[in-house]
């Protein structure tokens, strides 16, 4: 089983979207896939799987271990279903990190060929117990960013976490990274200037996996998302260096100082 952690620093670029969203393609490519929400404050995974609620924990009768729950051929669960959605999760840190190893060591997977972590936007001691509760069975990080230039600045900090806990990257998926006109032009949807997120991953060596749309036509984010599910069995896992965050730290600022000179 290959666990694949959905990550970004930055809060609001789309991680539980995109936890279904290439859970779903790697299904429809033929893949036996799970998914796990352990973003305790706000989990929502159940709502982006198109449920009004979240479905109640069941455990099953030998060891009394967690059992997910199963949609559109999907494996899922989220701490939502222990505690509802309008509950304020209150938890000290210590509550939360138990919390989070049951649900990685003590849920009755079936037999999964991917299962897909959707981790909440932080670096927390909670973001940092959970890395360390996956070390060494973690097959990689796929980062999800806004090709934005405020998006990028926190895809510096994600990349240096991530570079500290030794955890390999897979890629980079841009979402949102663009809209189409009923004319059927691409335009960019954000105040924000853009940043070319291809360029970025390109002179760091980092795989740029594709580029999500935001739109409403499912068909268009499926598209994208079963380009990617292709060729996510041929990648192999990137470990960060010091020397190549050098090189992005140049690269965003270099691109900082263009935007600040466009502003003028």
Known sequence: MRRIIISALKGGTGKTTT??????????????????????????????????EAPQWDLDSVAANLLPFKIDGLYALTLASHYGESPAVLWDEPTLIRAMRELIH???????????????????????????????????????????????????????????????????IAN??????????????????????????????IPLLGEIPLTSAQNMIDAGFDRIASFMDDIKPLILKDSMLTKLYKAIAKRAVKTAIRRL
């Open 176 to 205: 949102m990274a663009y809209c189409i006109a009923p004319s059927g032009k691409q335009f960019w949807p954000f105040i924000s200037p853009k940043a070319e997120l291809g360029e970025v991953c390109e002179e760091n060596g």
């Open 19 to 52: 936890t279904v969203n290439l859970g779903k393609a790697l299904h429809r490519a033929g893949h036996k896939v799970g998914l796990l929400d352990v973003d305790a404050t706000a989990p929502t995974l159940y709502k982006a799987l198109g449920l009004a």
């Open 106 to 172: 003590d849920v009755q997977w079936p037999e999964l060929d991917y299962l897909i972590l959707d981790s909440p936007p932080s670096s927390s001691g909670f973001m940092q117990a959970l890395y360390d509760a996956v070390a060494g069975d973690v097959y990689g990080v796929v980062l999800v960013f806004q090709p934005t230039d405020i998006a990028v600045a926190d895809l510096v900090r994600t990349l240096d976490f991530i570079k500290i806990k030794r955890v390999p990257v897979l890629g980079l």
